[in-house]
């Protein structure tokens, strides 16, 4: 099992097929077809052969949000359109409100606008349900290149996997991402393909417990075989103004495997010794890594010699000692595939279908953190659903540990306790040693229901219990 998210319904594989095609566009279906009440909505819909899925767009309270519905080998229909072989499928749909969705193929190609789709209580076998999860994909363009961008935060607890209660506080590991896909109109400006990529840009918000060693991404959705180049840095700040490789902090690419693994190493280094005094240079003011006093941030260039006031302090979570003003660890990854000038078009199809699925399929986005335990030198702690990373052979032994656990899918207590979760760019962590169900009161409810209800709880903090972020935070600096 590749995911099953919490967040908020979930997903399931949609009855779409396709049959063999050059990659030409077709335009959209005359008559989008909405059928069903209650149960689910059925959209018929004209698809351009060579795909694996296509995007649905949904409406949300705070904008449009899409998700990526994969297509069933299964081909149930297929005719000639001009010199291309096509496809009618069926993409079912199901909402826990009345709404409209689009429909594009994975280049952006409108194939049916302003579908309805009926109100549903409850889930409806193999239908995909919406909305899909909180965190954010969308597409947008600048001349004839297309950017397919996700955005969001991991939070994640290091109880895994003997205990847990709700009052867990989930800032053990926090990371700020965006994932960013560039795709290039080779019809207009073929000569420009060779700047296609799949850049991944990670800050390290905040580390409040004391296992962690690691914080990692696993990009399920792209085949490593696609990757020809990789271009990394590592600094503080998201313009480089420092550059992190000389601090404790370090970092790994690892490309050995079927899906390339990104990771933060060396965590423990935040709250070591080392840590408390190191500074560096931003804005003509002197800086430190890890503030243990809020005047010792920066002092007119000279800082003070440093006093460590507050004992036992971990990195971003305690209250009044909160790094606003200053950087963030910031990993960036850019991967690089071959020129789709110098592949064959079915070879090209497939690679940029990769390079896409890479930003707009949430759902194998699979972060986690890696532990350093009094009862094992590592265990890796992943969101519910999630498969831990293949090097990681100990899962099994390890969840036996301590509290029931849900065996019916991964890293979930018996009573659908969760670890880590995905939420969207801007939601706050929560202070140190305060309970996540006080930062969030209507979290409590969501996790009871099993996500039915007060999905949007990430809106409405409790300010006494979560730090600020400043509304001049951009791209996951505060």
């Known amino acids: 099992m590749k995911v099953r998210s919490l967040f908020f319904m979930m997903f399931a594989a949609a009855g779409l097929m396709l049959a063999s095609c050059a990659d030409e566009a077709v335009g959209l279906a005359e008559e989008p077809v909405a059928e069903g009440t209650g149960v689910a909505t059925t959209i018929k819909v004209v698809i351009p052969s060579g795909a694996e899925a296509v995007r649905v767009e949904y409406p949300t309270a705070d904008g449009m949000n899409s998700m990526n519905v994969p297509i069933d080998v299964d081909v149930n229909y297929s005719e000639r359109y001009g010199a291309c072989a096509i496809t009618t499928g069926e993409i079912k749909l199901a909402s826990p409100v009345a709404t409209t969705v689009n429909v594009y193929d994975m280049q952006g190609t409108l194939l049916a606008k302003n579908v309805p789709v009926a109100a549903v209580d409850g889930t409806v076998a193999g239908a995909t349900m919406m909305p899909e999860d909180a965190v954010k994909n969308y597409v947008s363009s600048d001349a004839n290149q297309i950017f397919y961008h996700s955005s969001g935060v991991a939070m994640f607890d290091d109880s895994w996997p003997k205990t847990y209660t709700k009052d867990e506080d989930y800032n053990d590991v926090v990371i700020d991402y965006d994932i960013e896909t560039k795709y290039v109109d080779m019809s207009v400006i073929p000569d420009q393909a060779w700047r296609e990529q799949v850049k991944v840009v990670m800050h390290l918000r905040s580390m409040g417990g004391e296992y962690p060693t690691t914080a990692g991404l696993y990009l399920e959705s792209l085949d490593t075989k696609y990757i020809t180049n990789v271009e990394t840095s590592l600094s503080l700040g998201n313009m480089g103004d420092f550059n992190a490789e000389n601090m404790g902090i370090t970092y790994d690419v690892n490309l050995d495997g079927e899906h390339p693994l990104i990771t933060f190493n060396n965590l423990q280094w935040l709250v070591s010794e080392e840590a408390k005094t190191a500074t560096y240079e931003k804005n003509g003011q002197t800086w430190f890594v890890n503030p243990r006093d809020p005047s010792k941030i920066a002092i007119n260039n000279n800082p003070l010699p440093y006093t460590d006031k507050i004992a036992d302090t971990f990195y971003n979570v305690n209250a009044g000692i909160i790094n606003t003003g200053g950087s963030l660890f910031t990993l960036t990854v850019i991967f690089k595939g071959i020129d789709r000038n110098e592949l064959s078009a079915e070879e090209g199809q497939k690679q940029i279908e990769h390079f896409i699925n890479a930003t707009m399929d949430v759902n194998k986005q699979n972060f986690f953190i890696g532990c350093h335990t009094e009862f094992a030198n590592y265990l890796e702690v992943h969101m519910k659903g999630y498969d831990p990373t293949p090097d990681y052979t100990s899962y099994d032994a390890h969840n036996a540990i301590g509290v029931a656990k849900d065996n019916s899918t991964t890293y979930s207590g018996a009573d659908g306790s969760i670890y880590g979760m995905k939420v969207p760019v801007m939601t706050r962590h929560a202070y140190e040693k305060k309970p996540f169900h006080l930062a969030y009161p209507e979290f409590e409810a969501w996790f009871e229901s099993n996500g039915e ?26």
Do not use: F, K
């Open 453 to 478: 209800s007060n999905a949007d709880w990430y809106l409405r903090p409790d300010g006494y219990a979560t730090p600020n972020i400043p509304s001049n935070y951009v791209s996951c600096e505060w």
